[in-house]
Nanobody
Framework: VQLVESGGGLVQPGESLRLSCAAS????????MGWYRQAPGEQRELVAT?????????TYADSVKGRFTISREYAKNTVYLQMNSLKPEDTAVYSC???????????????WGQGTQVTVSS
């Protein structure tokens, strides 16, 4: 299973970015997809997750609530992170995470993408 992120870049404060993460590898289902970030010298932190089920569950870090929105396109095994009103403190490497992956040949607990840099600076 591979997770490939895209959409990072350099933006000014107040601007928006949309990150994408596409999962590939004969995937039949993924229970949870989400985004984490790690700033220089800091520990990796949860940004947002989306858990599938009878009722979809969303989790957001307090620091991004009201500004970031996570969504998922199931047919493409892709998760998005719409980031609005970006702040300099949002600067970090953003990594995609998937958990509870079922493929045609295996069950995989967890997978990570390689990360994409988001820099918010004037």
């Amino acid at each position: 299973v591979q997770l490939v992120e895209s959409g990072g870049g350099l933006v000014q404060p107040g601007e928006s970015l949309r990150l994408s993460c596409a999962a590939s590898g004969s995937i039949e289902s993924i229970l949870l997809m989400g985004w984490y970030r790690q700033a220089p010298g800091e520990q990796r932190e949860l940004v947002a997750t989306l858990t599938s089920g009878p009722k979809t569950k969303y989790t957001y870090a307090d620091s991004v609530k009201g500004r970031f929105t996570i969504s998922r396109e199931y047919a493409k095994n892709t998760v998005y992170l719409q980031m609005n009103s970006l702040k300099p403190e949002d600067t970090a490497v953003y990594s995609c995470n998937a958990e509870g992956i079922i493929t045609k040949t295996a069950n995989i607990n967890e997978a990570w993408g390689q990360g994409t840099q988001v820099t918010v600076s004037s």
